[in-house]
């Protein structure tokens, strides 16, 4: 039996530049993205795993330094039981002045080149490694299976970053190219959200979200090879989770009401997780909601207000004011087709914002 961890996209020295949070919510994510690749690499050897999967991304080639390469290889000597084997991605890509090249590894890593797939044996577990690493930031076009010939007696795995199912710069992949190969394990990189293509081929996503553009669980896939049969499952690992929701207000709820409903919010871990709430609805129109964030902060560990909501009007002395006018006549034909249809009223509140601010 043959047991691994698969793990890509943990982008490591990321500068996280363009996001929503505050700087110093920045630098700690920054920090964690370390000590979460440090508590997989610690898992795996705890767990006695054989190979440890990492399928390209590890780090931001553009923000790291000698010292922060050495700091992976020093992480990977403590877990010189574990077989560790890297595919560069994109990011990480193995060029010229890669600094995969700058330092020694121990004997326990295996980083692959570019140019066309390679591969390493391990005899004693009867399992043959296949890569591929970019030397490039972009590659088009996918020449690199042509000299694949797989022993069907050893377990074969391939880790390799790409695209799957798109046209695109970035590696793209065939899924009945890969399928063709008869691997027994691929281990996919590049998209973050994690996804079980099928029983043999997975993204394991990246094992840390880095913005809100990636809600929900992040982890690593653990799995076995038994007698040619492939097992796997996600597991969740990352410190925090992105938690975006949407939450519908009425013109009868006042300041205090609005700050119970996002209390009660029911997902995550507020003291761990960043949080993402949309408003919308009718907002009574004295109501300054723009201090909610800061009046919640000591409930959420992180928390963005985003506010869609049209404040609420006084129908009838707005009519009466414009009953004239074109304001009037709108208003009373949206009220003859029934607000108690929240599409018409929603309607209505659009149409006057937009009317008022032409008066």
């Given amino acids: 039996m043959v047991k691994f961890i698969h793990t890509a996209d943990l982008h490591l020295g990321f500068k996280f530049k363009n996001v929503s949070f505050k700087k110093e919510k920045a630098a700690e994510r920054r920090?964690?993205?370390?000590?979460?690749?440090?508590?997989?690499?610690?898992?795996?050897?705890?767990?006695?795993?054989?190979?440890?999967?990492?399928?390209?991304?590890?780090?931001?080639?553009?923000?790291?330094?000698i010292?922060?390469?050495?700091?992976?290889?020093?992480?990977?000597?403590?877990?010189?039981?574990?077989?560790?084997?890297?595919?560069?991605?994109?990011?990480?890509?193995?060029?010229?002045?890669?600094?995969?090249?700058?330092?020694?590894?121990?004997?326990?890593?295996?980083?692959?080149?570019?140019n066309k797939i390679q591969k390493k044996e391990f005899k004693d577990l009867n399992t043959v490694i296949y890569g591929y690493s970019w030397d490039a930031m972009e590659i088009k076009e996918n020449k690199i299976f042509s000299e694949i010939d797989i022993d069907n007696t050893k377990n074969n795995i391939l880790v390799l970053h790409g695209d799957l199912g798109n046209s695109s710069s970035y590696l793209p992949l065939k899924l009945e190219e890969l399928n063709k190969l008869n691997m027994d394990y691929i281990a996919l990189g590049h998209i973050h959200k994690p996804q079980i293509i099928s029983e043999s081929i997975a993204y394991s996503g990246c094992p840390e979200p880095l913005d809100f553009g990636e809600i929900g669980e992040r982890g690593i896939i653990e799995g076995v090879i038994e007698n040619k049969e492939t097992r796997f499952h996600f597991m969740p690992f990352s410190k925090r989770k992105f938690m975006e929701t949407s939450m519908t207000?009425?013109?009868?709820?006042?300041y205090i009401d609005i700050m119970e409903a996002i209390k009660d919010i029911d997902i995550g871990d507020k003291n761990v997780d960043f949080y993402r709430v949309n408003l919308s609805g009718f907002m009574q129109r004295?109501?300054?909601?723009?201090?909610?964030?800061?009046?919640?902060?000591?409930?959420?560990?992180h928390l963005e207000i985003i506010d869609n909501t049209i404040l609420d009007y006084d129908l009838e002395e707005l009519s009466e004011e414009n009953k004239y006018n074109i304001i009037g006549k709108f208003i009373e034909t949206m009220k003859d087709k029934g607000l108690d249809d929240p599409v018409v009223k929603d309607a209505l509140y659009t149409g006057l914002e937009v009317l008022l601010k032409g008066r």
């Fill in 249 to 254: 207000i009425d013109e009868d709820m006042g």
């Fill in 67 to 114: 010292g922060d390469i050495t700091r992976i290889r020093d992480t990977f000597r403590r877990a010189e039981n574990i077989n560790i084997i890297i595919s560069a991605g994109n990011h990480d890509y193995r060029g010229r002045k890669s600094l995969y090249d700058k330092i020694e590894w121990t004997e326990n890593v295996t980083i692959f080149n570019g």
């Fill in 286 to 301: 004295d109501l300054e909601i723009k201090n909610l964030e800061k009046d919640l902060s000591r409930d959420f560990y």
């Fill in 31 to 65: 920090r964690e993205l370390w000590s979460t690749f440090e508590r997989i690499v610690r898992y795996g050897k705890d767990a006695n795993v054989d190979f440890l999967l990492i399928a390209g991304d590890l780090f931001e080639d553009d923000y790291f330094t």
